[in-house]
């Protein structure tokens, strides 16, 4: 983060804001939308618990979609991030290349699933780290 950026809310806020895009990710789904659009708010919902972590132990990150390099980013200040987080890294795919049409393949049911599984998981670590 850019020291001249206040940080906007807290830890508890960010986490709300997670819960609502897991939520999102994970509603029913109209006809005719697409995994990709879900697997967005999926990514964003593991981005935004991810940076709540960073708020709660006052830690200063960068602006970025990339989860990789948030997560190293938590590691390198003393923070232990497990493998079944450290894998949410893959979700930066759905941060950016898949939420305008372009030349992508489809996302698959199972990966829409697998990638609400992750943001799931990464959320349910940082609430318990935070809420503890």
Known sequence: MQPDLPVPGTAEQWLK????????AKAEKPEGSYFED??????????????????????????????GELIIS???NGIDVPDSVR????????????????????VTKDEYEQA??????????????IYE
């Open 17 to 24: 804001r997670a819960r609502g895009n897991l939520l999102r």
């Open 38 to 67: 879900f697997c967005f708010d999926a990514q964003q919902a593991a981005e935004k618990a991810i940076k709540a972590i960073f708020i709660h132990f006052g830690i200063e990150f960068r602006y970025v979609h990339d989860l």
């Open 74 to 76: 938590l590691e390198s």
């Open 87 to 106: 894998v949410s890294a893959e979700l930066t795919y759905y941060a950016v290349e898949t939420r305008y049409p372009g030349v992508f393949e489809p």
């Open 116 to 129: 609400v599984n992750i943001a799931e998981t990464v959320l349910n670590w940082a609430e318990g780290i």
